[in-house]
């Protein structure tokens, strides 16, 4: 986790392990943007957040419920009031959620799914658009051995 910016209003934003960006507020809240990989046209891929991607809370959330409406639940978040705690949580964040080995071994298992599901129900009109069953297994041992 490597600091990338402070802007004029205190906020601190973090580059997380696996490309996200996580952020920290003095108003107490900590944000994080969504993941950014998948596998497309049959190709793993995987870029950066932005600072325009799409972020949400990870604070605590409590439920509460109000004098005037008993009946119904409410949610609001848990505000962390210290910097450093701020920090601590984020980077207790990223330890859990974005090791990146963990993050390619996701992906792979999805990739090797969609592939044998391919395998099994294409067509043979689909088979010279596919590469070889060959290539993509190197492809995968290439992505495990990349660290």
Known sequence: MKLVNINKNGTEMYRLDDGRLGAIYPSGYVRVTTLHNGIKDGEYFHYDSTKNSRWYQINKVEKYKTDENQRWFFHRRILIPKRNDRLSYLKAFNYKN???????????????????????????KYALKQKSFEDKINEIKYIVNKR
């Open 98 to 124: 974005c090791d990146k080995l963990t993050q390619k071994i996701k992906m792979l298992q999805i990739y090797i799914k969609n592939l044998l599901w391919g395998m099994d129900h294409r067509a043979e």
